[in-house]
């Protein structure tokens, strides 16, 4: 019999591929960096290598973000050499592709961080994402204990559609205000529709969820000012109030399949952040602190007011912490039925 040390020192077939990644978290949202093992991705901008992963690879977002390599609420970032950012960065999920994804940067600035990619000379270390929204620029704060917080610059923002109803298959007539934060969403009260935004409702928050994205869909054409790949509903935010003393609302967005995101959502706060400017219920450099389903947070503020095609919009800044969980390689067996992934909602 062969020693058990036969075990950790077994390699797979040469011919199988081999995806490595990084496991991290922001306030409880997964995120899963693919750091090496893809095939090379053509293009010159992110959008570009976005559709080629999409129309020539799509089989790995699927195998690595579904069963049984991952799970139906599981969330990842595809990281490419960028021609004039520190990297170019597009996100994939159980349904398909992110235009932009808060939780990321945050986490992706994380990473630059300990992996020593950062001038931290200052106290302030700086690096730039181009992402399917526009270019993010993100900081990471440091002081004696360490890494406290990273903050980040979002796309212009604003409020697409505000103070509209729709009725819903099984639940009736819902208002809703539709807002964009580098991704479209729908913004609904919890309350009047008998939610509570706690971790026991996550069942019934993903039905009403999708049957509130659905028919906002099927009735209101949503419409990005310059770019055709941006132009759909992302998910559904509720909002109620918040647990803690001091925190300004809780909210849960209910995204692409029917997930859940455990953060606050960085670009879900960054459309509130434009939806309150708009309504005049948040002042320019007013700082509030959103609460996600488990009680973690982000911080958001409307830091500048622009123009972005035709709407008033705002620059949110956004801000919140990252850890991480593990590494992973992940293998590709070319006689695996499976391989492809597989998903249950």
Not at 117 to 129: A, E
């Amino acid at each position: 019999m062969r020693s058990w040390s036969a075990l950790a020192g077994w390699q797979p077939p040469a011919e199988w591929l081999k995806i490595a990644t990084i496991e991290m978290h922001t306030g409880g949202e997964p995120l899963r960096v693919i750091t090496s093992g893809l095939p090379r991705l053509e293009g010159r901008t992110v959008l570009e290598k976005r559709r080629f992963f999409r129309d020539h690879h799509d089989h790995l977002r699927t195998g690595l973000m579904w069963e049984p390599r991952g799970h139906a609420d599981m969330y990842g970032a595809v990281v490419t050499p960028s021609l004039d950012a520190d990297a170019d960065v597009f996100f994939v999920h159980n349904e398909g592709y992110s235009t932009m994804c808060g939780h990321a940067i945050i986490a992706l600035a994380t990473l630059w961080y300990r992996t020593g990619m950062l001038d931290m000379s200052t106290g302030r270390g700086q690096v730039s994402f181009n992402v399917p929204a526009g270019r993010i620029e993100a900081v990471v704060h440091v002081d004696d204990g360490g890494l406290r917080s990273v903050s980040f610059r979002n796309v212009p923002s604003f409020l697409y559609l505000r103070d509209q109803t729709v009725d819903v298959s099984g639940i009736g007539r819902v208002a809703f205000d539709v807002a964009y934060g580098g991704a479209f969403y729908a913004f609904v009260e919890a309350a009047p529709l008998g939610l509570d935004l706690v971790p026991e409702q996550y069942d019934r928050l993903i039905d009403v969820g999708r049957r509130i994205k659905h028919a906002v869909m099927a009735h209101f054409a949503i419409e990005h000012p310059f770019e055709k790949d941006l132009s759909f509903l992302y998910g559904t935010i509720f909002t109620g109030p918040a647990r803690e003393a001091g925190h300004h609302s809780r909210n849960v967005c209910v995204f692409a399949e029917g997930e859940v995101d455990r953060s606050a959502t960085g670009s879900g706060v960054s459309a509130r952040a434009a939806l309150h400017h708009a309504k005049g219920e948040l002042a320019l450099n007013e700082r509030i602190t959103i609460e996600s389903i488990l009680g973690t947070t982000m911080t958001v503020q409307v830091v500048e007011r622009t123009t972005f095609g035709p709407f008033d919009a705002v620059v949110p800044e956004v801000s919140g912490t990252a850890s991480f969980t593990g590494r992973n390689e992940f293998w590709f067996d070319p006689q695996d039925p499976l391989g492809g992934g597989f998903i249950f909602r």
